[in-house]
């Protein structure tokens, strides 16, 4: 693995903040400042670097509604309603999840700048679901280093188009960026393993209900892989059709339903469990095959 991915998966940063560590002479392996981030790792290797302590946040608290479903001093369990950005950046300066977790939470690690402060993980901004936030820094290396050990559960909701010809599947494909689309997710020879395994719920008309499960967390996994067997979610703009057979508006019906993982402190397992909104339950009830 290259180090800046490996700073960047086991600190919950970016590759680009990875990079700025590196190129600072903050990065240490086996002890020694190393500079390149293309340097290749291997397991064993001691990877550690130095997070500076976060500028004053130019992002402000904001009297955003938001749903907590768990908070102690560690970490927090929020749900991110469908249509609400992650985190400040361009086009979305404000209104962002990170703004209302400034507002209701009393603390937040600095691991990830002063525009991600305490985001461990992100789902994509037309995806509702459960988010796992870090309150200090300790907390935020721990969690990361389980997402990166794909030790921490999740499981999402989502209706697919089409009928599907099995109960269950894997999929295994590599990910990693459009080869002509950089806004764009593909599946690419060469890309980041991916896997996602999935099972039907419920039988739809013209569709199905059904739970995806990511060993991996690659950028639009679920989007990406699912449209790659010839079933994209349901009102995705990206990967869906470009004459979708249903009217779904506001995005992919896409739901982070479940998180499970390791408490940093305490070493308990803790899962938390959420249920879709009501536009996701509506397009479930008008597309059953008996009411």
């Keep these: 693995m290259r180090l800046d991915t490996c700073v960047a998966e086991r600190y919950g940063i970016t590759r680009s903040r990875a990079l700025a560590l590196i190129k600072q002479g903050l990065v240490r392996v086996n002890g020694e400042v190393r500079q390149k981030a293309g340097l290749e790792v291997e397991d ?4 550690e670097a130095e997070i500076p302590a976060p500028a004053p946040a130019s992002v402000v608290a904001q009297e955003i509604p938001l749903r907590i479903l768990y908070q102690d001093a560690d970490l927090a369990v929020v749900y991110k309603p469908s249509g609400m950005v992650v985190h400040p950046a361009a086009g979305n300066p ?22 991600r402060p305490g985001i461990v993980h992100r789902i994509d901004k037309d995806t509702s679901g459960l988010l796992l936030v870090a309150k200090n820094d300790k907390s935020h290396v721990c969690l990361s280093e389980q997402i990166g050990a794909h030790t921490v559960e999740r499981a999402y909701l989502a209706i697919v188009q089409g009928a599907m010809k099995a109960e269950e599947g894997d999929i295994d494909r590599p990910v990693g960026r459009h080869p002509t689309d950089r806004k764009r997710m593909a599946i690419v020879p060469g890309g980041r393993a991916a896997f996602t395994h999935w099972r039907v719920l419920e039988p739809l008309r013209g569709a199905a209900y059904i739970e995806a499960r990511l060993k991996t967390g690659r950028t639009h996994q679920i ?69």
């Design 44 to 47: 064993g290797d001691a990877v």
């Design 94 to 115: 404000d209104g962002t999840l990170v703004n209302a977790l400034l507002r209701h939470l009393d603390g937040l690690s600095g691991i990830g700048g002063e525009i």
């Design 223 to 291: 989007r990406v892989h699912m449209a790659s067997i010839g079933h994209p979610v349901l009102g995705d703009p990206v990967y869906g059709p470009k004459k979708p057979p249903y009217p779904v508006e506001g995005g992919q019906l896409l739901h982070a339903y479940k998180i499970g993982f390791v408490h940093p402190s305490t070493g308990e397992w803790m899962c938390f469990t959420a249920e879709p909104e009501e536009r996701f339950l509506a397009w479930k009830r008008k597309l059953r095959l008996t009411n």
